[in-house]
């Protein structure tokens, strides 16, 4: 056998080695998110968000921001119940590669290159449960947080994308989807948020 057919054979077997992987991590967390609304949730709020912040009344954005409330504590109490359910997954079947790009089983050869999807969940969840954005004073106060929620919840995705697919995937799924660059989304999520991700995925 020559090397060419060989380094076809190898990728073809790598090729398909992934896709089992990505189907099996796809699964996992579809069985896990299927059970809370989080996803019409948050897409209700990044809406509601682009609507308040595009009203020039502000008895009106007031009223919007009002609307939203009970919205933002259903996601956050959803999220965290959510974190309680995944953090009960077996450790093995939650490492995600910090590689650009998704190879099989990395997380089992290379353990130390990884992080524990269950912690960036809980992560996520303190990170959607802080920035209450009624609850504030004021009207600038309030957009100052409606935009570091939805950065919340933009990175909450990333970090779906990223274990089901790769860092790179999410980063480009990420761009397309809300036209937001993942290095924006990190600088405007809360510090405490920023800092764990951090640390968590070993760039602290």
Same mark, same amino acid.
């Given at each position: 056998m020559d090397f060419f057919t060989l380094a076809i054979i190898v990728s073809i077997a790598i090729y398909v080695l992934k896709k089992q992987e990505q189907r099996r991590r796809t699964q996992l967390l579809a069985e896990y998110l299927g059970r809370y609304q989080i996803e019409k949730l948050m897409g209700g709020l990044v809406e509601g968000y682009l609507r308040a912040l595009g009203e020039s009344d502000l008895q009106r954005r007031t009223q919007v921001w009002? $609307? $939203?409330e009970s919205t933002e504590k259903s996601l956050a109490e959803q999220f965290q119940r959510f974190a309680d359910d995944f953090s009960k997954v077996d450790a093995e079947q939650v490492r995600v590669s910090t590689l650009p790009l998704a190879l099989p089983y990395v997380d089992r050869i290379y353990p130390r290159g990884t992080f524990d999807m269950r912690e960036m969940v809980k992560i996520h969840a303190r990170g959607l449960a802080a920035p209450q954005?009624?609850?504030?004073?004021?009207?600038? !106060?309030?957009?100052?947080?409606?935009? =570091? /929620? #939805?950065?919340?919840?933009? /990175?909450?995705?990333?970090?779906?994308?990223?274990?089901?697919?790769? $860092? #790179?995937?999410?980063?480009?799924? /990420? $761009? =397309?989807?809300?036209? #937001? =660059?993942? !290095?924006?989304v990190l600088a405007s999520v809360s510090s405490a948020t920023r800092d764990a991700y951090l640390r968590l995925i070993g760039r602290a």
């Open positions: 009002a $609307l $939203l954005v009624f609850a504030a004073q004021d009207d600038d !106060e309030r957009r100052k947080r409606a935009f =570091a /929620l #939805t950065a919340e919840i933009f /990175l909450m995705q990333h970090s779906c994308h990223w274990f089901c697919k790769s $860092l #790179t995937v999410a980063s480009v799924r /990420l $761009l =397309a989807r809300h036209q #937001t =660059a993942y !290095e924006q």
